[in-house]
């Protein structure tokens, strides 16, 4: 199938609450792999095309339309939902379309994903590329495909940060949203036994069964599914629950954890903007699950929280 590459170019006060909302036009037409991009930075990111306009900001956001029957509906919601955002928010954009081929669009944005030290003891690296661990590091080798999650965005590398001084060799963990699978894998490597993982992307459930494979994680250690959030998860309760998502769904999540969370388990959160923080913190704390520790960066933030022990 092509694709109709998708560019919101974007100028705000707020760029990181601005990546938010333009990129919420885009998953309310369920498109999975919204994109966020910053002109020289990498990760699952990329630089300005050539024909950019000259005078467009660094910051966009890239999806890509499926050129078939849905296009032209989808091209006419994605505008209309920039005019009514526009209209009650302060944002200047603009908009560009590029045609994609399947493995064009796949793999143009490769260049731009190189071996990421997220922690002294974890690397990133993409399949592509070779690099030499120094002793004691855990390696991840990892293709996201369409699928988020390379350890180059804030959310991720913070996630990470949390799940390697959080998990403890043996536990059970679920991973809601799991994208490219990265934080299944790194649950493996730090020492846990089983890793379960939802989507509610079938494409990005098979990338994240394919890098777990490249990694070595035996089959018999996953459980990955499809459906909303952690509803109807089987192998609970659970040890730890991370979610790497954005703060709404986060906030509906975190009512379900007492059915999810083991006593004395711990939930990491992120892919929360520091400006919905708040409305994080006052669900956990309206289901007695207090918060041990808040990290920030780039206006992302991420969280530990911790239910009591019996």
Known sequence: MDYLETCVRFTALDPETAHELVADIFTS????????????????????????????DHHAVVAYLP??????????????????????????????????QDEEWAH????FFHPLEITPRLVVKPTWEHYSAKPGQVLIELDPGMAFGT???????????LIEETLRPGDNVLDVGTGSGILLIAAVKFGARHVTGTDNDPSALEVARENLVLNGVPESLVTLCGGDLAEGVPGGPF???AANITAEPIVRLVFALPGLLAPGAAFIASGIIVSKKRMVLDALQACGIPVQKVLEKEGWCALRATRAPL
Do not use: N
Request: proline fraction near 8%.
């Open 67 to 100: 050129a078939d029957s849905r296009l032209e509906a989808m091209r006419a919601a994605v505008l209309e939902g920039l005019e009514d955002l526009a209209a009650r928010w302060p944002i200047t954009y603009s908009l560009s379309f590029l045609s994609r």
């Open 108 to 111: 143009a944005w490769k260049r």
């Open 239 to 241: 040890s730890l629950v």
């Open 151 to 161: 350890g180059g965005h804030p959310t991720t590398s913070l996630c990470l940060a």
């Open 29 to 56: 037409l369920g498109l999975p792999g919204v994109e966020h991009r910053v002109q020289g930075e990498t990760g699952l990111v990329d630089q300005e095309p050539e024909e950019a306009p000259p005078d467009c």
